[in-house]
Each structure stands twice: as structure tokens, then as C-alpha cells.
């Protein structure tokens, strides 16, 4: 799997999201007949609430995890989001911007009545998010090194470093969960390796924690 979309799936699995990675879809040509239109880089699906930390050892816990603001999630419905990640800047392809393209990923995920999906689709191009009759939303995300606050074209931009920033944070906040924890999630396992590694030199070394490798705040 490509980095980048490691580090997106990662980032949209703490916030709650099932995902698919490198979703093909195919074409019906007359010259060619079958064959590849584009991959879709991660597909997302969050129902409501999800994300968060679960500690099993607590009865009647009660998670209150709250997404990540910048993903824009709105409690209480389910979110779809098609995902398009780029190492330089982010940004949606000519695949991911294609009618067809999008009225096959909809269909094949039950986006809604397949009765709608045109008029959903429709909306995502002109808008880059669309809600369906049986309150659903869906919306597209262009991740990568940099993010337009307004895109050439509609969608939701976040940026590598935010990523990285939100992934380091989460761990952080929770270490007595994740200082004992093995994940071959190849991002978060990165992360947890660096966090770890960097612990252990704090430790023997008698540095106090914030002394520790920290991503630079935002410019």
C-alpha cells in the first residue's frame, strides 16, 4: 500500500471510518471492452458515534469520542466519504471526478436509492458533499502535502501534517492504552514505533517528555 494512503487510512480509522483502499473500477469500452477507469484511494463509511477509544474493561463505558473538527463529521447520520490522496498537493483526479465513476462507486456501496443516485452525483460535482433520502452523507476528500482552505474543485482538503499532527496527539492522549499495544497498521505502527523509541531515549536520558520529538505547530 502507498504511504500516503496508509497514513489517510490510518488517520480516518481513529476517527471511526470502515475503509477500502485502491478501489478499482472498471469500464465497458466498445474498442476495449472491459477495462480499468481508476482506483479509488480509500473509501470511508462511519456510522454515527463511532471512533474512539474503547476500554473493554469498563461497564457501561460510554465512549464520547468526538471526530476530528477538521473532517467536518455531522453526529447522528452516517458519512460516506470517497477519497483521493496525493503526495504533493491534494487534490481530486480526472477518475474521481467522473460521472460514471461515481454513480458505480454509489451504486456498488448502496449509497442511498439507486433511484437518486444521478441527482447525488450531480451534487457531489457541483458541491463536493450530497445528503440522500435515507440520511446519508456523502462527501469527497483530496488528502495531501498541501490543502486549500476553498479548492479549484469541491471538496474537502486536509493536509499530510494535519494528519500527522492528529494521529501523534490521539496517541499521546491515550499512551497507557497504546504503550503496550502491537499494530501492523503500517502508519500507526510507525508512529507508535517513533513514540516509543523517542520514550525510551527521554527516559535514559533524563529529559522531561515534552523534550521529545513534536511535529511543528501549524504555520
Known amino acids: 500500500m502507498d504511504t500516503a494512503v496508509a497514513l489517510a487510512q490510518a488517520y480516518l480509522h481513529v476517527n471511526g471510518y470502515l475503509t477500502v483502499t485502491e478501489y478499482p473500477v472498471a469500464e465497458l469500452t466498445r474498442k ?21 477509544i474503547v476500554p473493554a474493561q469498563r461497564k457501561n463505558h460510554v ?3 468526538v471526530a476530528d473538527p477538521v473532517l467536518g463529521v455531522e453526529e447522528g447520520i452516517t458519512d460516506f466519504v470517497i477519497a ?11 477518475g474521481a471526478r467522473n460521472p460514471a465513476v ?18 447525488n452525483v450531480e451534487r457531489l460535482l ?8 435515507t440520511n446519508m452523507q456523502i462527501r469527497l476528500v483530496a488528502f495531501g ?3 486549500d482552505a476553498v479548492p479549484p474543485v469541491p471538496s474537502l482538503e486536509i493536509s499530510h501534517a494535519h494528519v500527522l499532527r492528529f494521529l501523534q496527539d490521539h496517541m499521546r492522549g491515550h499512551w497507557e492504552l497504546f504503550r503496550t499495544m502491537h499494530t501492523k497498521d503500517p502508519a ?23 523534550q521529545m520529538i513534536q511535529l511543528p505547530p501549524p504555520a
Open 145 to 147: 502535502s498541501e490543502a
Open 84 to 94: 483521493e490522496v496525493k503526495e504533493g498537493p491534494a487534490g481530486l483526479n480526472k
Open 188 to 210: 500507526c505502527g510507525f508512529l507508535l514505533l517513533m513514540e516509543k523509541a523517542f520514550r525510551a531515549e527521554s527516559y535514559l536520558s533524563g529529559h522531561e517528555q515534552d
Open 32 to 52: 476495449h471492452g472491459v477495462q480499468s477507469a481508476t482506483d479509488i484511494d480509500v473509501i470511508g463509511i462511519r456510522l454515527p458515534q463511532a471512533g474512539g
Open 102 to 119: 461515481l454513480t458505480a462507486v454509489l451504486l456498488r456501496f448502496g449509497c442511498g436509492p439507486a433511484s437518486e443516485v444521478q441527482q
Open 63 to 65: 465512549n464520547g469520542f
Open 126 to 133: 457541483r458541491q463536493g458533499t450530497s445528503r440522500t433520502s
